[in-house]
């Protein structure tokens, strides 16, 4: 595959993009990255995904080397450069090169990485007919130990619960938090729909999703009432549509959860509407490339 990456103010071809394996983010997970999409031109919620980047670094104590604005234009200039007019974008920060002890003081210089590519539609044709997810026993990190809003290169509680997914041959991984909560998927954020509703989780125990606060305010738009609160195994087996969303995924449904069918075992009427005017809002708003 070419193309050019974006590595500490050069771009170089992607079979050339390298780093050091002393670098803390390969050898502890220690750095930050986010997930942002460009449609037809445009990136969509940049100014939300850099903000949420930084803050992501704020709380590691990660000092990103670029300002916000200078992040911004190179990643414009990124996708530019390999002329790119649907992509997805993914900005990564490491700690940088140390040594083989865990001391981020070690550690003088992050590394700031920027690969753009081609993207499609994660789930195929699964948004029409709607994915099977499957519970998992790997409960999500909680938050007094790693706070799952932190945007870190750490996905390791993530991979376990995709392992486990492929296991009993789900779509996608539905994960509780330590309290028995339902907290998200391995990359994306979980609503149900109950009696009209749209319920979502708080996100004290999944990330603070860019397409999720878009998916609530598209409902509130559209006369939804919105809740956020916490939700069991008994509320996501019962409710009348269950979807996902995040900036890889966009807004997909999900039809049947442990082997259980929810609601009519297709796409909801609110779930398909809410798909479509997110796909209206990505294709008119964003900042030009």
Do not use: Q
């Given at each position: 595959m070419s193309g050019l990456i974006y590595i500490n103010g050069e771009f170089v071809p992607r079979e050339e993009a390298k780093i050091s394996?002393?670098?803390?983010?390969?050898?502890y997970g220690d750095g930050v990255f986010e997930g942002i999409r460009a449609y037809n031109g445009k990136v969509f919620k940049l100014n939300e995904h850099i903000d949420r980047l930084y803050k992501s670094a704020s709380a590691i104590c990660l000092k990103i080397p670029l300002s916000k604005e200078k992040m911004k234009a190179t990643i414009l200039e990124c996708l530019r450069k390999n002329d790119l007019k649907n992509a997805y974008i993914r900005p990564i920060v490491s700690r940088g090169i140390g040594d083989l002890g865990l001391d981020p003081r070690k550690c003088p210089k992050p590394n700031v990485i920027i690969i753009t590519q081609e993207w499609g539609a994660l789930y195929g044709d699964l948004y029409e007919k709607g994915l099977a997810a499957v519970t998992v026993g790997v409960r999500r990190n909680p938050p007094e130990s790693l706070p799952p809003n932190i945007k870190s290169l750490n996905y390791?509680?993530?991979?376990?619960?995709?392992?486990?997914?492929?296991?009993?041959?789900?779509?996608?991984?539905?994960?509780?938090?330590?309290?028995?909560?339902?907290?998200?998927?391995?990359?994306?954020?979980?609503?149900?729909?109950e009696n009209g509703r749209v319920i979502t989780p708080p996100t004290i125990n999944n990330l603070e999703g860019i397409t999720r606060a878009t998916v609530i305010d598209i409902a509130k738009k559209?006369?939804?009432?919105?809740?956020?609160?916490?939700?069991?195994?008994?509320?996501?087996?019962?409710?009348?549509?269950?979807?996902?969303?995040?900036?890889?995924?966009?807004?997909?449904?999900?039809?049947?959860?442990?082997?259980?069918?929810?609601?009519?075992?297709?796409?909801g009427r609110m779930t398909k509407q809410l798909m479509t005017e997110f796909k209206k809002l990505t294709e008119r708003n964003g900042t030009p490339i």
């Open positions: 394996i002393f670098d803390h983010g390969f050898l390791l509680n993530n991979i376990l619960a995709k392992l486990e997914a492929n296991e009993k041959e789900g779509d996608e991984a539905i994960m509780f938090d330590i309290h028995g909560h339902l907290s998200e998927g391995t990359g994306d954020n979980i609503f149900l729909v559209l006369g939804y009432v919105v809740e956020e609160k916490n939700c069991g195994l008994y509320d996501l087996y019962t409710a009348d549509e269950v979807f996902v969303t995040g900036t890889a995924a966009e807004v997909a449904p999900i039809t049947k959860i442990d082997g259980r069918v929810i609601g009519d075992g297709k796409p």
